[in-house]
């Protein structure tokens, strides 16, 4: 897994502010300002135009509060990193500061001492869960396509009389050559003729691969989003 | 009119694992009160001395004991630690703590004013100063808590690509033995060592390393200086004459200034304290804080916090480092840093100064990058 860059330094971001008129922001406003932050009431914010490399939520849990509003359709990570302020420490309070996606909180009365801390764990943790939903979604992607690496790789085996794991890894070549993901270059190969292995495909020779030689078969490319993938042999087997 | 007397906690340990720093901040702060007192002002001093030996619990138990008896003022701490201890029971009283020690940064309390020095005074000029004078290789040895982890970070960030950590080594404070890591050191050959040690390992350490060097027929000081933030006068003494010279230290105070200010205070600290050693940049510091203090109390003619606060940053002080005045957005003060290099006679030989004060940067927001180091480079170790 890479390595997540984590922010230090948040001058020219701006806090936005989801409280009533009662929360004392004040030294919330300070602080901020002696990090290089601006604060503005959400009131005075179009939320469409967040940005969420720039943008930090300040989301008072002791107000009404309707957490699908922070959080973007299809995700659980709210629009923007987003810092609780605790007041009382009900459950039901709780639960929706968690709903709407906060990765930090705050207590009240709110402390100048404890607002990088928050500010650092809040952003960055929103980062790494952003960075997870991210993976999870791009991994169920290929995983839905791994069905056209195995339907490519039968259909080279049957083409050439390849072991499995010699028509893997002549895919493999092949899409590192295209710079294609091994699952989006199976997939082109596969639409050819809709998407269906017809019969012909026992004469399978796509071009793309017609050069190849047997020193393309060096497994050891890293260019195939994982290290499991590079021993996929057994696993082809098997789902063959 | 009435002289406003006001009594002023000074929280400083002069005896205990640090007192040879800490001992001549306290000086520094009676020096100061001294000549407040004698000046004729309209403010009088009235010292409440609490001496925590360097003791944690006992900085909690003292402070509370003044803030108690009304004094909402006090001056005093050197480590971090003993900062952060006290600094909830001076927002709850709403006191103000006068902070006058070089620190790590990160932290703006709204109940302290903090006359030391933080990174872009002091790690950042010594930083640019060793990668175009010494080299770009560095060995790092640190007293294993919050100033050495900090300084060690913002190092690696400062150094960037032009430069290389070979290795970070962390000692319980109070280690005695360094015989491994100085065979690692002179071994591995770096440009020049940074040095986060504090008190007594910190001397240890500069003397056994000194004369391994020796011993092998490695000039140190040419080939490998070790460089710090830190080292002041009174160190060099207890360091001793053997290894005293030839390291490279970031200051915002020496005690070899030349300014009719620096002169004055030097002779006066020396005829207060004669049996101590000469002044340092903590004892500096600590007398600055006194005086801003005496100077923010006569403007605002009460110990009002607020109203404190608020002359405070109208003060300009002609200091022995030079122009101070504090930032109202930070509470920080803005100093002049300088590098130097330790002598034979228990001085530094100024090398270079900023042309002018340096603003503090307590959260580094003008020269650290948005994105921090995401891996450690080198060899990171914490010895035991």
């Not at chain 1, 020193?215 to 042999?233: N, Q, R, V």
Request: proline fraction near 5%.
């Amino acid at each position: 897994m890479s390595t997540q860059r984590f922010i230090q330094n948040f001058r020219h971001s701006r806090g936005v502010l989801f409280a009533s008129a009662d929360l004392g922001a004040g030294t919330l406003e300070k602080t901020l300002s002696k990090l290089g932050m601006t604060l503005s009431g959400a009131e005075s914010v179009d939320l469409t135009t967040l940005d969420d490399e720039k943008d930090v939520l300040f989301i008072d849990g002791d107000q009404p509060l309707n957490p699908s509003a922070f959080v973007n359709m299809g995700s659980s990570v709210p629009m923007a990193p987003a810092i609780g302020i605790v007041g009382t420490e009900a459950p039901s309070r709780l639960k929706l500061l968690l709903e709407a996606g906060v990765t930090a909180f705050l207590r009240k009365p709110l402390h100048a001492g404890t607002i990088y801390a928050a500010l650092f764990l809040g952003v960055n943790g929103y980062r790494r869960v952003r960075a997870m939903e991210n993976q999870l979604a791009e991994n169920a992607r290929r995983r839905r396509d791994r069905r056209f690496v195995v339907k490519a790789v039968v259909a080279l085996v049957q083409a050439r009389g390849l072991t499995d794991d010699e028509a893997y890894a002549q895919i493999r070549r092949a899409s590192m050559q295209k710079r294609l993901g091994i699952e989006e270059f199976c997939a082109n190969l596969c639409s050819r003729d809709g998407g269906i292995i017809l019969d012909g495909w026992k004469s399978f020779d796509p071009p793309e691969w017609r050069d190849q030689t047997e020193e393309s078969t060096d497994a050891s490319h890293i260019d195939d989003g994982g290290g499991h993938d590079g021993h996929a042999g057994p696993d082809v087997r098997k789902r063959g | 009119m009435a002289k406003l007397r006001i009594p002023v906690g000074i929280l400083i340990s002069s005896d205990g694992p640090y007192s040879v720093v800490s001992g001549s901040m306290f000086c520094g702060a009676l020096l100061a009160v001294d000549e407040v007192n004698a000046s004729g002002s309209s403010v009088e001093l009235q010292p409440v001395i609490g001496n925590p030996g360097g003791q944690i619990a006992r900085y909690a138990s003292l402070s509370e004991s003044m803030l108690n008896d009304g004094l909402r003022h006090v001056v005093g701490c050197y480590t971090s630690s003993s900062r952060k201890e006290i600094i909830p029971l001076f927002e709850k009283a709403d006191a103000l703590l006068w902070y006058p020690s070089h620190y790590e940064g990160f932290e703006s309390s709204p109940n302290v004013i903090y006359t030391g020095p933080v990174a872009n005074q002091h790690l950042f000029p010594l930083v640019e100063y060793l990668t175009r004078q010494v080299g770009t290789t560095a060995f790092c040895i640190g007293s294993n808590y919050i100033w050495a982890w900090e300084n060690n970070r913002i190092l690696r960030e400062a150094i960037g690509s032009g430069g290389a950590v070979v290795a970070e080594r962390y000692f319980p404070v109070g280690n005695l033995d360094f015989d491994q890591v100085i065979e690692a050191i002179i071994a591995a050959r770096p440009s020049y060592i940074f040095n986060t040690l504090i008190g007594v390992s910190s001397y240890q350490f500069l003397r056994d390393l000194r004369a391994a060097c020796t011993k092998r027929g490695i000039n140190q000081i040419e080939t490998m200086p070790v460089a710090s933030c830190t080292l002041s006068e009174p160190e060099l003494r207890a360091i001793g004459p053997t290894a005293m010279s030839g390291h490279i230290t970031s200051s915002v105070y020496f005690s070899s200034i030349v300014s009719k200010e620096n002169t004055a205070f030097v002779h006066a600290y020396a005829a207060r304290h004669p049996e101590r050693p000469i002044v340092s940049a903590d004892a500096e510091a600590t007398y600055l804080a006194v005086k801003l203090l005496a100077l923010a109390l006569m403007e605002a003619g009460t110990a009002d916090v607020d109203e404190v606060k608020a002359a405070v940053s109208r003060q300009v002080v002609k200091a022995p480092q030079g122009v101070v005045r504090i930032d109202p957005d930070t509470m920080h003060a803005s100093l002049t840093p300088r590098i130097g290099r330790s002598t034979d006679d228990g001085t530094f030989e100024i090398l270079v100064q900023s042309p002018a004060p340096v603003r503090a940067d307590p959260y580094l927001i003008r020269r650290s990058p948005r994105f921090g180091l995401s891996t450690m480079q080198g060899v990171v170790r914490a010895a035991s």
